[in-house]
């Protein structure tokens, strides 16, 4: 098993979360692959696990804090790591060590590119980004948004900590109409799946729908709504990671719908 930087190519991999066995992946789009067209440019650093069979079996992704849902500076905030751990594919890696590699060697690059600190997300329940998974690893809680932990570990005294920029604003309801407000960042495929799910759905409804979109790669819009990437249908946000079935989310469409008349 060894540690490398994204390859050409890994990157049709890496663009689906090393799921290329996944139908759910079918629905992702090309979001991923544009924001990547982005932000390679802008300091994105992407390392991989590549085992024995030269299969990529995990990976971590980060950006400078100036670029993420966070704020702070000279700081790299860790998006996502992911050691893949479904039977599908490559099969289960978890557990044998991969992700504590990966952010090692994500601590490892950052300090060496002069970073004052690696920031890490996390949630309070025990799957998903666990945040107890960071703390085993010496990373101090230092923000809170609900059940997501902003965690980090500083290498200079002088590294101040960051804050996660927080839901400030609510998309208006409208009369005779429902409305359907869209976020999107690019970064997380199961976030524009979300996304192109609720899409397809709307399309059927039009009519009935104000549909309205923000990209928040633009990070004065990330500001402005606190927002990165969701899903709000007449003001109710819907669940995100993993993503609901396309027929689950048509169906809060249309009781949205139905209530209006
Ligand atoms: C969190 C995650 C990255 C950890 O990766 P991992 O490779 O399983 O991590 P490690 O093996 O280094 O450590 C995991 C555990 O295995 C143990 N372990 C480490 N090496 C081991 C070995 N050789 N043999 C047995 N156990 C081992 C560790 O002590 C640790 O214990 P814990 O579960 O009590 O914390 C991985 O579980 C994961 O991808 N989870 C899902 C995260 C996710 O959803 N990401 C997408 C969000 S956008």
Redesign the pocket.
């Known amino acids: 098993m060894e540690i490398i930087d994204l390859m050409p190519e890994y990157e049709k991999t890496y663009f689906c ?1 090393l799921e290329e066995w996944s139908d759910d992946m079918k629905d992702a789009g090309d979001h991923k692959a544009c924001w990547y067209g982005k932000m390679k440019e802008q300091g994105l650093r992407v390392k991989m696990a590549r085992n024995e069979e030269g299969n990529i079996v ?1 990976m ?1 992704q980060y950006v400078p804090v100036e670029k993420s849902f966070a704020e702070g500076n000279d700081l790299h905030v860790v ?7 479904h039977k599908q594919g490559v099969g289960n ?11 090692q060697a994500a601590e490892e690059d950052s300090r060496q590119m002069g970073k004052k600190g690696l920031v890490v997300w996390g949630l309070v329940l025990p ?4 945040a ?2 960071f703390k ?1 690893h010496g990373y101090k809680v230092v923000d809170k948004d609900g059940m997501q932990r902003l965690l980090w570990k500083p290498f200079t005294p002088d590294a101040v900590p960051p804050v996660f920029i927080k839901q400030k604003k609510k998309p208006e309801k409208i009369d005779g109409k429902v409305a359907v407000t869209l976020f999107i960042n690019g970064w ?1 495929p ?1 976030m524009n799946i979300a996304f192109e799910r609720t899409k397809r759905a709307v399309e059927e409804f039009k009519d009935h729908i104000q549909l309205t979109e923000y990209g928040t790669l633009d990070k004065d819009m990330q500001r402005e709504w606190g927002l990165t990437d969701a899903v709000i249908i007449d003001g109710r946000k819907i669940r995100m ?1 993993p993503p609901l079935s396309y027929e689950k989310i048509r169906r809060k469409v249309e009781k949205r719908v139905k209530k209006l008349s």
């Open positions: 979360c995990g971590i998006l996502c790591i992911w050691v893949h751990g890696f978890q557990k044998k060590g991969i992700g504590s590699e990966l952010l799957f998903f980004m666990r107890s998974w085993k997380c199961a990671g």
